[in-house]
């Protein structure tokens, strides 16, 4: 199976901030990466896939890229409603193994 | 629109068995590749199992391989996730999912808003 592992665990931002979510591969995924966003309480919500290519109605602050085994999401300017926790998942081969997940809070 | 809605879920004794369904409605099962997912109190995302769009590939995640079935009825748009032998660590929420495409691997873009359960 591929491991999915994410850095940082969790980070303290502010609104404004530029940030950044790392995710890697035990193997290459080519670029069959895809992130979600999930606030407590609710379901996730896709937000990227193919890990580059912006869901409908997702924000263009949020932005994906890398390909093989290393990729970042990226926050250009977050937002109050961005607070949440932040998961990849790698959909290259089954099982579709997901990241331990990123929670971002407040400073 | 896309909906999915989950039931079955409950608290449950060790050993036994429970029923999941997911009920879908604004696509066909039989058009999307449908998946489980689960989350334990307090942890990640874990994906449980799919079944391809044309119903004959399933796959499991081995944690559940043997003890848990997935299927569909097409007729009736539904998902299901049978469990069998249920053990403490399968207690979590239960998710149903959709894939983006027809094709697997381009992530899930539509969730059901889960269905608990706790085997104790």
């Known amino acids: 199976d591929i491991q999915m592992t994410q850095s940082p665990s969790s980070l303290s931002a502010s609104v404004g901030d530029r940030v950044t979510i790392t995710c890697r591969a035990s193997q290459s995924v080519s670029n069959f990466l895809n992130w979600y966003q999930q606030k407590p309480g609710k379901a996730p919500r896709l937000l990227i896939y193919g890990a580059y290519n912006l869901i409908s109605g997702v924000p263009s602050r949020f932005s994906g890229s890398g390909s093989g085994t290393d990729f970042t999401l990226t926050i250009s300017s977050l937002q109050r409603e961005d607070f949440a926790t932040y998961y990849c998942?790698?959909?290259?081969?089954?099982?579709?193994?997901f990241g331990p997940g990123t929670k971002v809070d407040f400073k | 629109q896309v909906q999915l809605v989950e039931s079955g879920g409950g608290v449950v004794q060790p050993g036994r068995s429970l029923r999941l369904s997911c009920v879908a409605s604004?696509?066909?099962?039989?058009?999307?590749?449908m998946h489980w997912v689960r989350q334990a109190p307090g942890k990640g995302l874990e994906w449980v199992a799919v079944i391809s769009y044309d119903g004959y590939n399933k796959y499991y995640a081995d944690s559940v391989k043997g003890r848990f079935t997935i299927s569909r009825d097409t007729s009736k748009n539904t998902l299901f996730l049978q469990m069998n032998s249920l053990r403490d660590e399968d207690t979590a929420v239960y998710y149903c999912?959709?894939?983006?495409?027809?094709?697997?691997?381009?992530?899930?873009?539509?969730w059901g808003q889960g269905t608990p359960v706790t085997v104790s």
């Open positions: 604004g696509f066909t099962v039989s058009s999307f590749g």
């Open positions: 998942q790698q959909s290259f081969n089954t099982p579709d193994t």
């Open positions: 999912a959709k894939d983006r495409q027809a094709a697997a691997g381009t992530g899930l873009d539509s």
